[in-house]
């Protein structure tokens, strides 16, 4: 899509392609090139196309690969049922993404398909796309704040997060996010208009007259409210499980040195756990951080958005996003393969028809 470029008069609510920034405007609107038309579709083409589409499918298919090898874990244990809905979640992401780079690539937007595809892109890829980044945040958040408990009071967590409230919490926070990202389809859909330029009928995106208070509601609920909380929570509690685990450790040595038997608390194998999730939680931050930046910027600039003063800008910013969202949502495998030797184990038997040695 080339970005708008001169002024004109702009009434305008909406979520940007990705389905994640909110703009509503009634002015003329004269357009700032912060960036470049050129630079912008450089960092689409580099990030959306290239970068992106190189990533997802290895996301999907490292996230097919996690939901089998926890299948075969089972479910007793709390731990995997919750990154089992991780997988899941990060998976529907990726699938939504694989579309959102194919809608940036020149050859698809130009084959004279009978749809737009950008518009298709905003219903199918956008929404679908943030919605389950929503989802990977509150669940992130789930566990590192479960692990944070686990520090905390060691002997009595497994009474507190049992695998059957796990499973509640988990199929809630799935719930509770197509709730709130239900109106979104309501107000916003896909019919058949004539294309002008083509001459033909095409499928594209429209949307009803309500769509301004319900989509300033759904952005205040999912963008401000439940991202900034979770990213504000799993900071918190990543800093609480390395604070933590670090005294603890240094504390074992200091009594063992001592010759003295140290109290049993956090075993072995949760130390191992906490570890993990410190790995994953560590890369949410890092990989979420542009996402949450831009939603704290999207509410506190009014000229920062699709359709409005610094469109490029915003392109620019968001691609940077998706990116970091994919990586996100693509890697835990790597973290699981060298952290758990449980995972590590139904992996190379299942996958390789090996034995670990």
């Not at 960092?43 to 299948?71: E, Q, R, T, Y």
């Not at 604070?243 to 194998?269: D, F, I, M, Q």
Request: some cysteine; proline content about 3%; glycine content about 6%.
């Amino acid at each position: 899509m080339t970005p708008f470029t001169g002024g004109r008069n702009l009434m305008t609510f909406s979520l940007d392609d990705s389905g994640a920034g909110l703009r509503t405007t009634q002015r003329t609107t004269q357009f700032v090139p912060v960036a470049s038309d050129e630079v912008t579709n450089m960092f689409k083409l580099v990030n959306f196309v290239i970068l992106c589409g190189l990533l997802s499918p290895f996301g999907l298919i490292s996230n097919v690969i996690n939901i089998v090898v926890f299948v075969k874990l089972g479910f007793h244990d709390s731990m995997n049922i919750s990154l089992m809905g991780l997988a899941v979640s990060d998976l529907v992401s990726l699938v939504s993404m694989v579309y959102i780079s194919l809608s940036y690539n020149p050859l698809f937007v130009n084959a004279g398909l009978p749809f737009d595809p950008l518009g298709v892109q905003y219903m199918v890829g956008g929404g679908i796309h943030v919605c389950f980044a929503r989802i990977t945040s509150l669940i992130t958040a789930f566990i590192t704040f479960e692990r944070c408990l686990c520090i905390a009071m060691p002997l009595k967590v497994k009474l507190i997060i049992t695998p059957t409230r796990t499973k509640l919490i988990i199929f809630s926070i799935f719930a509770v996010m197509f709730v709130v990202f239900s109106p979104f389809y309501f107000v916003n859909k896909l019919t058949w208009e004539l294309d002008a330029d083509r001459n033909a009928t095409i499928l594209t995106h429209t949307f009803t007259d309500d769509r301004i208070i319900v989509e300033t509601i759904t952005f205040l609920i999912h963008g401000v409210i439940f991202s900034v909380f979770c990213f504000v929570l799993i900071i918190c509690c990543t800093v609480i499980l390395v604070v933590k685990l670090n005294s603890k450790t240094k504390w074992r040595e200091a009594t063992a040195a001592k010759g003295v038997n140290a109290p049993e608390g956090v075993g072995v194998k949760d130390k191992r756990v906490v570890k993990m999730v410190t790995f994953i939680s560590s890369i949410f931050i890092v990989c979420f951080f542009p996402a949450t930046v831009i939603l704290l910027a999207l509410a506190l600039v009014p000229d920062l958005g699709y359709g409005a003063k610094y469109e490029n800008m915003w392109f620019v910013l968001w691609s940077i996003s998706c990116l970091t969202e994919t990586v996100n949502s693509s890697v835990n495998i790597l973290v699981y393969l060298k952290m758990s030797s449980k995972f590590r184990a139904v992996f190379m038997k299942t996958f390789l028809n090996r034995e670990e040695k």
